[in-house]
């Protein structure tokens, strides 16, 4: 009963893990867009934050599995389990997007393989994000077997995503008022997890097992989420209110905006874990 917080090591993981392939690949996008040189140096240069955080995530996912080896033993499956696939998928990306950083970093990366190269990692990317929504896909879990849980996993990167996209590139000093549809692309992903997070809260109270019923794994479900909205409009707001003036946001408040948003993330991340229940000998709804 809770908001899930014993699964700490995987609520991180999946938020973080989430968030910075869904930067990664608007980053990408930026440099596939040809900045000058020396600006497509800085953009690089600022992707360190990315492989930071990617690196702080793969330690909690092996820290929830006990050991490395048994992560390492949890690839063998791979096309068959979808815990094989995720971690094969995440090594995959964070293994090409750190090799083409690097290279680009000392500046042996040819443009026309680095281009290639990039869109080949956006893919992975992609691959990344699907691949950990569907690892809770499991049908004798009534509360996670459902799109709900899928579709707000894929939309962390949506969410988060951008605005960490927008924090790393204006550390690099890019002008990102040229870059004002990331802003659309969270709005829209806020407004979406919304109305999954409202049609679901509906649906929890037709799901029930012989045991127990699914609106009383998170009695706090209602204000838990509400608490998620505020952190997500308020980072969000952080992230608009300088472009409303025709100005490029403040590093400080950029990086408020992606604390808060993670944050409201990992508000949600919680209260799905929370939501876990096995089917018992029936379930109802």
């Known amino acids: 009963m809770g908001a899930g917080l014993h699964e700490y090591p995987l609520i991180f993981f999946t938020v973080i893990g989430q968030s910075v392939a869904g930067a990664?690949?608007?980053?990408?996008?930026?440099?596939?867009?040809?900045?000058?040189?020396?600006?497509?140096?800085?953009i690089v240069m600022s992707m360190f934050g990315l492989w930071v955080l990617?690196?702080?995530?793969?330690?909690?996912?092996?820290?929830?599995?006990?050991?490395?080896?048994?992560?390492?033993?949890?690839?063998?499956?791979?096309?068959?389990?979808?815990?094989?696939?995720?971690?094969?998928s995440g090594s995959i990306f964070f293994a090409l997007s750190g090799i083409y950083w690097l290279l680009s970093l000392l500046k042996k990366m040819p443009k026309s393989v680095g281009n290639i190269w990039l869109i080949v990692t956006i893919i992975c990317a992609a691959i990344f994000i699907y691949a950990i929504s569907r690892v809770y896909q499991i049908d004798t879990v009534p509360t996670w077997f459902n799109h709900y849980g899928s579709l707000q996993f894929i939309l962390t990167s949506f969410?988060?995503?951008?605005?960490?996209a927008a924090f790393l590139l204006r550390i690099a000093s890019y002008?990102?008022?040229?870059?004002?549809?990331?802003?659309?692309?969270?709005?829209?992903?806020?407004i979406a997890s919304s109305i999954l997070v409202t049609a679901q809260g509906f649906e929890l109270g037709s799901i029930q097992s012989s045991v127990q019923k699914a609106s009383e794994l998170v009695p706090d479900y209602a204000s838990l989420m509400g608490w998620r909205?505020?952190?997500?409009?308020?980072?969000l707001a952080f992230w608009i209110y300088p472009h409303?003036?025709?100005?490029?946001?403040?590093?400080?408040?950029?990086?408020?905006?992606?604390?808060?948003?993670?944050?409201?993330?990992?508000?949600?991340?919680?209260?799905?874990?929370?939501?876990?229940?096995?089917?018992?000998?029936?379930?109802?709804?």
């Not at 990664?24 to 800085?42: D, G, N, S, T, Y």
């Not at 996912?61 to 050991?67: A, N, P, R, V, Y």
């Not at 969410?159 to 960490?164: H, N, R």
Request: aromatic content about 6%; some cysteine.
């Open 24 to 42: 990664f690949i608007l980053m990408a996008l930026v440099l596939l867009m040809k900045p000058m040189q020396e600006q497509h140096h800085k």
């Open 54 to 88: 990617m690196g702080v995530g793969f330690l909690l996912s092996m820290l929830h599995m006990g050991s490395p080896m048994r992560a390492f033993n949890s690839m063998i499956r791979v096309g068959h389990s979808a815990l094989s696939n995720e971690i094969v």
């Open 159 to 164: 969410i988060a995503g951008p605005v960490l």
């Open 175 to 190: 002008d990102i008022n040229n870059i004002r549809f990331f802003i659309l692309i969270s709005i829209v992903a806020v």
């Open 229 to 235: 909205t505020v952190c997500l409009t308020l980072g």
């Open 244 to 285: 409303v003036k025709m100005k490029n946001p403040s590093i400080i408040g950029l990086l408020v905006a992606v604390l808060l948003v993670i944050f409201g993330e990992l508000i949600g991340r919680g209260i799905f874990y929370g939501l876990h229940m096995t089917v018992g000998m029936a379930v109802a709804g």
